[in-house]
């Protein structure tokens, strides 16, 4: 498995709620309900950072988190024509200057509440 960790900013004219409404209502959306994109997938999160102070690093808005299969995966979905779409669409909401990606092949499981996970 590949894992990609989006470390999201808002572009500068948007709130933090307008920055959210469109990710959450406008581009997840969009890729779930694109097949061309969706079938590359294995999950797709998306993560709100907290209001406040508890809300961790400053300047940064939310992080989304996309598991493939592959690197094939990525490659594939990133390769498909109905990409340039979510390019586009990210255009709307995201500071892409100041995106921080990260990628991880594999993960371990430190502490996991087994309740929770059947839940």
């Known amino acids: 498995m590949v894992t990609l960790h989006a470390f999201l900013v808002r572009r500068p004219d948007l709130t933090h709620e307008e920055f959210l409404e469109h990710w959450r209502d406008r ?3 969009l890729i779930r309900d694109t097949p061309e994109l969706a079938r590359h997938l294995v999950r797709y999160e998306q993560h709100a950072r ?4 508890r809300g ?13 299969r592959d690197w094939a995966g990525l490659a594939a979905m990133l390769a498909e024509p109905a990409a340039g779409m979510m390019v586009e669409d990210e255009a709307r909401f995201l500071d892409r200057d100041r995106l ?14 087994t309740k929770q996970l059947l839940m």
């Open 27 to 29: 581009h997840g959306p």
């Open 50 to 53: 907290l209001p406040g102070a």
């Open 56 to 68: 961790g690093t400053p300047g940064y808005d939310g992080v989304a988190v996309q598991v493939y």
């Open 100 to 113: 921080v990606v990260v990628f991880s092949e594999d993960h371990r499981v430190v502490v996991a509440d």
